[in-house]
């Protein structure tokens, strides 16, 4: 891979724009491929003039992982946020605008749109909350999401199985069931209501930190 410089975001460099990408039927990166990503981008880059350091928001936005998340993005759907675009529009909006929105997450100009906020009902009564972010928000999302999952994944307790590629619920269900037939006789089933409406959010980041 070249180092990416101000010269990547000019669309005649064919080699790297997603177009190209967008329009082939390759296969889905191996995950060795994804690991790799780190390897492969240079860690400096220059643009308006200064250098810093932004590996990570390179790997982030390596057009293989993009790639991948823009077809993750598409296949789960869904509806659109508040400016109205759907997943079936992405394709047409990064061919035209990728460049740009690189060059803003790079230079730390882009700002992420408003949630939209849609309520539906609840099987044990009430209403639950969602909040809807943008198709394009969704993308970069995605991206980081495949970027951080690899190198966080040993962090993670055997028993997490909520939210985490290649976990479900059924397999928790078969792992209480394998502790029942193993001698354990309690199981305990919680949820915490409405947490994240909830808990200081303050808090909580300044914790993380």
Known sequence: MTRETGSLWQSNNSRNTLENYLQENRAEPESKEQEELSRAVQPMCTMSGRKFFCSMLEEILDIRNIQRAFKQVTANKGAGGIDGMQTDELRDYLNTNWQVLRVDILNGSYHSQAVRKV??????????????????????????SQWLSPKYKSDFSANSYGFRPNRNAHQAVLKAQEYINGGFAWIVDLDLDKLF?????DKLMNKDK
């Open 119 to 144: 309520e539906i009902p609840k099987a044990s009564g009430g209403m639950r909350m969602l909040g809807i972010p943008t198709v394009i928000d969704r993308l970069i999302q995605q991206a980081i």
């Open 197 to 201: 409406d909830r808990v200081n959010h």
